[in-house]
């Protein structure tokens, strides 16, 4: 019989151990229970006992719990299963990590289409993610930028998305531009503080380290020496997609991300997403990564959820051919 591997983990000092843990330790037996593993925490130092594999889930779990808990303040069982869900990894492939500096724990490309994404952002200038939500491409894509600009690759952050909800009624809502703009970047805001505290954020975004605007934004503008994210890119019309696109300066690479299935654009309005995967199919240098519900990492019960929409959709598709 193998010895059980043991791995200590220290939780950060702000994190909520007691929340964490849940009433009685629910959490942690819940974990236990669902991993394998041993678990004995002595305030802010955990000790996880197993197979490896399992311990390096569990870890996955715990830094995931405690990145929500920082964010909202609390935990639910539901919160639990749904780190749980996110940790479960297929066995035929090795785990790609992304070490982000000053972060104590790797952030894990999981699935074997994550793991491509990640290196083909790695070496491609020009990247397209599509595919529907949870799958962790805007998350992703995040944490290799974070990892770019903290390893000096890269001389600045700029993470854009359409603000498509606000279209002509921006003068209609409270307080100045910025403001009004700032739900729509809101996911991106979320993401950034999941790689780098709050606070050095902040002075980030003050020192132009890190640029969060509108799509609209970038317009007349080259962006040099830059890691770029277009975020919700089915939103951006076919317009937008190319000013976007010719943007691009020396020594920058871009990643454009969006969910074909949920466009919010006018029906008389063509998604700049979906045009340039006929446009750019054949243009060296672009690589398309197609993710699919098997990539969701989300809540257990979204998978199932993208699966349903997907079959009543095609449903509907059958029912119009037989009409016609």
């Known amino acids: 019989m193998k010895k ?3 791995r200590k983990l220290t939780l950060d000092e702000g994190t909520d151990a007691a ?11 819940r974990i236990e229970q669902a991993l394998g593993v041993r678990i004995c925490a002595r305030g802010h130092l955990l000790t996880l006992s197993g197979e490896e594999g399992r311990i390096e889930q569990a870890e996955a779990v715990f830094e995931s719990l405690a990145a929500r808990l920082r964010r909202v303040g609390g935990l639910t069982a539901d919160d639990v299963e749904e ?6 990894t297929p066995s035929t492939f090795s785990p790609l990590p992304i070490q982000v500096a000053g972060r104590k724990q790797t952030i894990t490309a999981k699935t074997p289409t994550q793991i491509e994404y990640v290196r083909h952002i790695r070496t491609h200038d020009v990247v397209v993610a599509v595919g529907p939500a949870g799958t962790g491409k805007t998350y992703l894509a995040m944490a290799t930028a974070v990892c770019a600009f903290l390893n000096r690759e890269v001389a600045k952050i700029i993470l854009t998305r359409p603000a498509v909800e606000a279209g002509e009624r921006l003068g209609f809502l409270p307080g100045d531009l910025a403001e009004k703009v700032n739900p729509y970047l809101r996911p991106l805001y979320d993401a950034l503080h999941d790689m780098i505290e709050p606070e050095r954020a902040r002075q980030m975004i003050e020192r132009g380290d890190i640029e969060i605007a509108p799509l609209a934004f970038m317009r007349g503008r080259t962006m040099s020496d830059a890691f770029i994210i277009l975020d919700e890119a089915q939103n951006a019309t076919r317009e937008q997609m190319k000013m976007f696109l010719t943007r691009l300066g020396p020594r920058s690479k871009t990643v454009i991300t969006g969910d074909v299935t949920q466009i919010d654009l006018p029906e008389d309005r063509a998604s700049g997403l979906i045009e340039i995967q006929e446009v750019l199919s054949s243009v060296a240098g672009v690589q ?3 993710f699919d519900a098997q990539d969701i990492i989300r809540h257990r019960l979204v998978q199932e959820i993208v699966l349903a ?7 509907r598709k059958k029912k119009r051919v037989r009409a016609s």
Do not use: I, M, W
């Not at 929340?19 to 037996?29: R, T, V």
């Not at 780190?83 to 479960?88: I, N, Q, R, S, V």
């Open 83 to 88: 780190a749980l869900f996110g940790a479960e």
């Open 288 to 290: 398309f990564v197609y």
């Open 19 to 29: 929340a964490l843990y849940g009433s009685y330790d629910a959490h942690l037996k």
């Open 4 to 6: 059980p591997h043991t």
């Open 309 to 315: 929409y997907a079959r009543h959709d095609d449903a």
